[in-house]
Nanobody, 125 residues
Framework: QVHLVESGGGLVQAGDSLRLSCVAS????????MGWFRQAPGKEREIVAA????????YYADSVKGRFTISRDNAKNTVYLQMNSLKSEDTAVYYC??????????????????WGQGTQVTVSS
């Protein structure tokens, strides 16, 4: 079992930055692949970024490449999503997710076993 708690969401202006954090507990963090997803009203949940157990392998959706950075600190059991140059279309509830796996999981929500409660990010234009 993996318990995830996100934080860091909020209301910002277009062009601003936010950093989301997700703290994991329940099993050794080094054995867990992590992902960030988002879901806007009326839309399906989509993958934003993913990272493997070591942090060496990373994936980004095309819509956020060059603006968002995923990272992890295994000593703190925490994964981060640094979001720069935010746009109104980034407005969504952001979720972190975990899969007990050493690899990179990029195909979608169905690959992940554990989810946080979500944190709202609202970008005003």
């Amino acid at each position: 079992q993996v318990h995830l708690v996100e934080s860091g969401g909020g209301l910002v202006q277009a062009g601003d930055s936010l950093r989301l954090s997700c703290v994991a507990s329940g099993r050794p963090f080094r054995s867990v692949a992590m992902g960030w997803f988002r879901q806007a009203p009326g839309k399906e949940r989509e993958i934003v970024a993913a990272i493997n157990w070591s942090g060496v392998d990373r994936y980004y959706a095309d819509s956020v490449k060059g603006r968002f950075t995923i990272s992890r600190d295994n000593a703190k059991n925490t994964v981060y999503l640094q979001m720069n140059s935010l746009k109104s279309e980034d407005t969504a509830v952001y979720y972190c997710a975990a899969k007990v796996d050493y690899g990179l999981r990029t195909r979608g929500p169905h690959e992940y076993d554990y989810w946080g409660q979500g944190t709202q990010v609202t970008v005003s234009s």
